[in-house]
């Protein structure tokens, strides 16, 4: 299978974009990148904001590796963006996404990915209110996947995450999203991420990746993959012990024939870690996985 990095790991750290291009290529030993939005703001004022991207995109390029596209980090993700309990705070999530479709565009990467947001408690605990917010939603990415076509990316990948106050949190939720998004201007697709399908206290027994395989398999373009204990969303390198190991991914994966989607590294670090500590960790942690279920070890295994 197809390991990449998304580049969460190099927030606070490593901000220039030549050297860190190299030791993703070098060091971290993979092809697929994916950016995260936490480099640079998709709200910072577009021609500076896109002179900067452009610098990150031509440095991934230089060398060799491959833009998937670009992914909402930590920062927006604090934002309760388009599940916002006011229509002029969702029309401003709305105008934020854009201009992350513009950022991208201007990176030539070929979609954007994010969570939708989060809801307020009030709203959250209405079931009303939650179907009322679910349906400007639907409409809401509706128009952003009109304005992305236009801006020529090819789709929108929307994560689920393991918030009750979210959506969608659950495989059938993420299903009946899709499938109440059929047909829009650019395909609408799940980025489904290991640590959130394994999280327990929401999910009890059905935290379990060959479930939401068997549910949405046909709209999954890719996967986020981290170390965790089930417990907490910890994006942990796989230097640590927890859920998940080598031959338990070799083998979900295998039994659902997903070998095609990319496994995007999504490590996450506490910003007082030491960048030396980070840069072996994620060293380690790739090349585990690399040698374990990178195309090279599928290509030995045959």
Not at 237 to 246: E, M, P, R
Request: aromatic share 10%; charged share 25%.
């Amino acid at each position: 299978m197809k390991i990449g990095l998304n580049l969460s790991f190099a927030v606070k750290r490593w901000l220039a974009p030549a050297p860190l291009a190299a030791m993703i290529r070098n060091d971290f030993r993979t092809e697929h990148v994916q950016f995260t939005w936490d480099l640079v703001d998709p709200w910072w004022p577009s021609g500076e904001r896109d002179a900067i991207a452009r610098r990150w995109s031509r440095a991934l390029r230089q060398e060799g590796l491959l833009l998937g596209g670009t992914f909402g980090g930590l920062a927006s993700y604090t934002y309760p963006q388009l599940l916002a309990p006011t229509v002029e705070q969702r029309r401003l999530s709305l105008e934020f996404f854009k201009r992350a479709v513009d950022m991208t565009s201007a990176m030539e990467a070929a979609c954007i990915g994010t969570p939708l947001g989060g809801m307020s408690h009030e709203d959250a605990e209405d079931e009303g209110r939650r179907r009322a917010i679910y349906a400007e939603v639907l409409d809401l990415v509706r128009e952003l996947a009109s304005y992305a076509k236009a801006a020529g990316l090819k789709k929108i990948l929307v994560e689920p995450t393991p918030l009750s106050t979210e959506f969608p949190s659950d495989p059938q939720g993420s299903l009946q999203l899709m499938w109440d998004l059929e047909g829009t201007a650019v395909p609408i697709r799940l980025l489904v991420d290991w640590g959130h399908v394994l999280f327990e206290p929401l999910l009890k027994e059905r935290a379990d990746m060959g479930i939401w395989l068997a549910t949405c398999l046909p709209y999954i373009d890719c996967f986020h993959l981290q170390q965790t204990d089930g417990q907490w969303d910890r994006h942990w390198g796989f230097t640590k012990l927890g859920k998940l190991n080598v031959n338990l991914i070799r083998q979900t994966i295998e039994r659902y024939n997903a070998g095609d989607r990319i496994q995007y590294v999504e490590l996450i670090y506490p910003f007082e870690e030491t960048d030396e500590c980070v840069y072996q960790d994620v060293r380690e942690t790739m090349t585990m996985l690399q040698s374990a279920l990178g195309e090279a070890a599928a290509s030995a295994l045959r």
